[in-house]
Each structure stands twice: as structure tokens, then as C-alpha cells.
């Protein structure tokens, strides 16, 4: 069973920074996939940046530029740094890991940004 667990959400203001991590029970490299989902209040769960297992890299357009995943194989931990924040990126993020045919999903931080 694979468990994975999100920190580094929080309160900033708009052109700021945070880093966002997703710890993983699991051998990151061993799954097909990981990335980070996120849900405002009253909106769709949406892809913010997915990397498979190769490194290759699928942003939204929404985040393309000021937002970058990073895996570190050694700690079992997915990173996104997000700088020039904005307040519609204020949502509940989530881990995602893909082990096909299993899809895995943290509990959820919680990145509020103001204007």
C-alpha cells in the first residue's frame, strides 16, 4: 500500500513563493508517474504538472513558467516550487503517484494566496 503525505502548504501573498512536498512510501522511481493535482473551492479537481518516470514533464498551461516539479529519488520525495504566486492559484494541492493500474492521492495541503 502505497501512502503518500503533502506539506509546505500555507498563507502568502501574491508574487511570493512556496515549495511544496510529497512524501511517498514508495520508491518514487519505481512509479509510472507523479505529480500534483489541485481543487478550489467549488471547481473541478485539475492537473497542475504530472512527470513520468522518464522525467518527462506535462504542465497546465495556468502554472507553465512559474511552477516546477522535481524529484528526489534518494529522500522518496516530489517537490513543486511555486513562485510568483497568484490568488487563483489558492486551492487544496494533492499528491498524485501512478503504479499502473493503482492511482494514489494524499490527503491534500492547503495553499491560500492573497492579493
Known amino acids: 500500500q502505497v501512502q503518500l503525505v503533502e506539506s509546505g502548504g500555507g498563507l502568502v501573498q501574491a508574487g511570493g513563493s512556496l515549495r511544496l512536498s510529497c512524501a511517498a512510501s514508495g520508491r518514487v522511481s519505481s512509479f509510472n508517474a507523479m505529480g500534483w493535482f489541485r481543487q478550489a473551492p467549488g471547481e473541478q479537481r485539475e492537473l497542475v504538472v504530472m512527470?513520468?518516470?522518464?522525467?518527462?514533464?506535462n504542465y497546465a498551461d495556468s502554472v507553465r513558467g512559474r511552477f516546477t516539479i522535481s524529484r528526489d529519488n534518494a529522500k522518496n520525495t516530489v517537490y513543486l516550487q511555486m513562485n510568483s504566486l497568484k490568488p487563483e492559484d489558492t486551492a487544496v494541492y494533492y499528491c498524485?503517484?501512478?503504479?499502473?493500474?493503482?492511482?494514489?492521492w494524499g490527503p491534500g495541503t492547503q495553499v491560500t494566496v492573497s492579493s
Open positions: 512527470m513520468d518516470s522518464r522525467g518527462i514533464t
Open positions: 498524485n503517484a501512478v503504479w499502473a493500474p493503482y492511482n494514489y
